[in-house]
């Protein structure tokens, strides 16, 4: 990888997020603890992917006196889940970020061109002054992603952010060929695709684990 496409992609390494993750590859890992551990991962991916979200200072009283503190700007962070395994982020993030907005991306694949094609979109109003937080746990050929991209950079948000729970080299060189500017957080970079278009060693298909549907 290039030095400026290792700036782009901030690979989190806390042992926390680590032992939670590698409790999650297991293959004898319960739907029940999957989702536990899905729960408490996201949370800590949420504190760490909104480390530098832009904040202004204000003027508040407290019981003592006046001070000065520092408040996020613009309007409610978007979580924008990739249906339907983004949905797994969803309430683990919400406990750190309780206000955001939640918007949905459906995309199926072709049978015919193999691209993703949209079937649902619906983000809240007013994204020039939102940041967006782009949530797929898999990022594996990139197309969904690149996609979901495409979509919401139609609505200008102030910015986008990409989280996934394992990524690969390829998905992350085609994420970057089409948006260069989206960072992508994750706790793993895996070694590659398998023929099925599985990341490997990965932890499966995440949406099964995540709705116990295998
Ligand atoms: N989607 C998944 O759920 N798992 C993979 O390994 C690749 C894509």
């Known amino acids: 990888m290039s030095e400026a496409a290792e700036r782009r992609v901030h690979v989190i390494d806390h042992p926390l997020v ?7 590859r297991c293959k004898d890992t319960s739907t029940k603890t999957f989702r536990q551990l899905i729960h408490e991962l996201s949370a800590l991916l949420a504190y760490e992917v909104t480390r530098d979200i832009p904040t202004h200072e204000v003027t508040i009283e407290t019981p003592l006196e006046s001070t000065t503190g520092r408040m996020i700007d613009g309007k409610k962070t978007v979580l924008a889940s990739i249906l339907r395994a983004g949905n797994g982020f969803l309430d683990g993030m919400l406990e750190v970020l309780p206000s955001a907005r939640v918007g949905h991306i459906g995309l199926y694949r ?3 061109t193999l691209k993703p094609v949209e079937y649902y979109f619906k983000m809240p109003s007013g994204m020039e002054e939102r940041d967006v937080i782009v949530l797929d746990p898999m990022l594996a050929t990139g197309n969904s992603a690149v996609a979901a991209v495409d979509l919401l950079k ?3 948000p102030r910015s ?3 989280v996934c729970l394992v990524a690969c080299p390829e998905g992350i060189a085609n994420f970057h060929a089409h948006h260069p500017d989206v960072p992508i957080y994750t706790p793993a970079v895996d070694r590659g695709l398998n023929d099925h278009g599985y990341i ?4 499966g298909d995440a949406g099964d684990r995540i709705f116990g549907t295998k």
Not at 18 to 24: D, V
Request: aromatic share 4%.
């Open 160 to 162: 986008i952010r990409f």
């Open 200 to 203: 490997v060693p990965g932890l």
């Open 154 to 156: 139609r609505l200008t």
């Open 18 to 24: 680590q032992h939670k993750l590698t409790l999650m």
């Open 110 to 112: 072709d049978p015919a």
